[in-house]
Nanobody, 117 residues
């Protein structure tokens, strides 16, 4: 079991920046990958950024603007999503995901990001 707690969302003007955090606890040594997803109103959930074995992947819409990273210590693993040059179309609920080596997947509760134009 892995517990995920996101933070860092909020309201920001277009062109601004936010950093989301996702603190993972529990079976953190079983985590194989962590990712950020988002769901905008009326749209399907989409992958924003993923990191697995140090390799990152991004949705085309955020390449060059967003960066995913992970920090680890003995007690917890924290995933970050640095979001720069935010656009109104980045407005969504953002969710953290952790995938374990056994392919089980866990989700955070979500954090709202609203970009005003």
């Amino acid at each position: 079991q892995v517990q995920l707690v996101e933070s860092g969302g909020g309201l920001v003007q277009a062109g601004g920046s936010l950093r989301l955090s996702c603190a993972a606890s529990g079976s953190i040594f079983s985590i194989n990958a962590m990712g950020w997803y988002r769901r905008a109103p009326g749209k399907e959930r989409e992958l924003v950024a993923l990191i697995r074995s140090g390799i990152t992947n991004y949705a085309d819409s955020v390449k060059g603007r967003f960066a995913i990273s992970i920090s680890r210590d003995n007690a917890k693993t924290t995933a970050y999503l640095q979001m720069n040059s935010l656009k109104s179309e980045d407005t969504a609920e953002y969710y953290c995901n952790a995938e374990l080596r056994n392919r089980f997947s866990f989700w955070g509760q979500g954090t709202q990001v609203t970009v005003s134009s």
